[in-house]
Nanobody, 120 residues
Framework: QVQLVESGGGLVQAGGSLELSCAAS????????MGWYRQAPGKQRELVAK???????NYADSVKGRFTISRDNAKNTVYLQMNSLKPEDTAIYYC??????????????WGQGTQVTVSS
């Protein structure tokens, strides 16, 4: 199995910054696309950003120009640098990875989520 653990969430004032990290561990063979999703209270989960193993990125329109996704393949880690945060960014942020385990299972894996709260 593959485990994803997010960190870096917290409380920040509007206009501030946070960096989220997600480290994959366990029986990893390969991690393909990784991404960040978020779910705000009363809302559906939505894609925030994703990045392929080769570094191709895409972002939700709502975060373009403010958030940057990156990854370190050697560390099996994906990051989300969040700048110019807005109260609308308040949500639980979940790390996602399309990964193959060493026992041959390929599927989407999810982290437990980390809370990001942006106050006005």
């Amino acid at each position: 199995q593959v485990q994803l653990v997010e960190s870096g969430g917290g409380l920040v004032q509007a206009g501030g910054s946070l960096e989220l990290s997600c480290a994959a561990s366990g029986s990893i063979f390969r991690i393909n696309t990784m991404g960040w999703y978020r779910q705000a209270p009363g809302k559906q989960r939505e894609l925030v950003a994703k990045i392929t193993r080769g570094g191709i990125t895409n972002y939700a329109d709502s975060v373009k120009g403010r958030f940057t996704i990156s990854r370190d393949n050697a560390k099996n880690t994906v990051y989300l640098q969040m700048n110019s945060l807005k109260p609308e960014d308040t949500a639980i942020y979940y790390c996602n990875a399309d990964a193959e385990s060493r026992v041959g299972v390929r599927r989407a894996y999810w982290g437990q989520g980390t809370q990001v709260t942006v106050s006005s």
